[in-house]
């Protein structure tokens, strides 16, 4: 396979140079989040973008974030919302975005989690400091370094000929149906984590497993996973807890689907256009 490519959805970004973690561009913006995991954004929604001298004039420390094309992006946390702008929570304001900007928002969510929730070393208890020769942190005394964490997630499109099968998580908005999907677990494989988790979720065996791509997704730290696969053995059965409901759709009449920047659509675009559905 791979002959379908993913299309519409925020996982290649091959037409872009994204260098994250470097510095080095022609310009230099500041993205401003909130000490809990909000985005400043001005009147029309996209995120306020601050010079560096602006932000400097706030006494707190910039973290990189990375370059896109020519223009090097740092992330600041501020307790208290800035003139002219509002917080809004991470999701909304991601998932409305181009590429472009998705991409340095994305990274400096994640960077910023990644400082915070590393001040102090993890085995002996010291400070850390910004390590000289590469993008992690250092402690003072152990010298044990450390780097932003990235999880591992399987992310999977199940068919069966015509139809797919989504399934709704109780956090997920009224009528919304997903791709199913479970984090990797310390000593297996993500093809592994693929078999059992979808059995685990709705009780179903498959085959046929096949990589679609990735994405990076900072809810939190996730490197989602995209896989498909054919459905092999089973009928739904679901715990009413993880998973509220589960059912197969056909691709002609599908339910209210995750927003277009996340893989799971690209998954489900890229399979109804190989049906010939669009
Ligand atoms: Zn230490």
Known sequence: MGSSPLTGWLGD??????????????????????????????PDGSPLLWSPEVAKATGQLLTLVGT??????????L???PKG??????????????????????AAMQRLD???????????????????????????QCNLSVYPRISPCVIVL????????????????????????????????????????IFEEVGVAIH??????????????????GYRAEWLSGDITVDGVEIVDAKWFSIDKLP??????SISRGMIEAYRQERGLV
């Not at 209210?256 to 920047?261: V, Y």
């Open 256 to 261: 209210k689907l995750p927003p277009n920047a």
């Open 79 to 81: 307790d208290e919302v």
């Open 208 to 225: 046929n497993l096949r990589y679609q791509g990735s994405q990076s997704w900072p809810f939190k730290h996730s490197l989602m996973l």
């Open 13 to 42: 970004h091959l037409d872009l140079r994204w260098n994250p973690g470097e510095s080095g561009g022609s310009q230099h913006q500041v993205l401003v989040i909130s000490n809990r995991r909000e985005v400043a954004v001005i």
């Open 68 to 77: 896109l094309d020519q223009t090097t992006y740092y992330a600041i946390a």
């Open 158 to 197: 199940i068919t069966r000929g015509n139809e797919v099968l989504l399934a709704r998580s109780p956090r997920f908005v009224d009528g919304m149906y997903s791709t199913l999907a479970g984090f990797v677990e310390a000593g297996e494989s993500a093809e592994h984590a693929c078999h059992r988790e």
């Open 85 to 106: 702008a509002r917080f809004e929570p991470l999701r909304p304001v991601l998932i409305g975005l181009q590429s472009t900007q998705f991409l340095p928002l994305s």
């Open 114 to 140: 990644f400082v915070r929730e590393h001040q102090f070393c993890g085995q002996c208890g010291h400070p850390t400091v910004a390590s000289a020769t590469d993008r992690g942190l250092t402690c003072v």
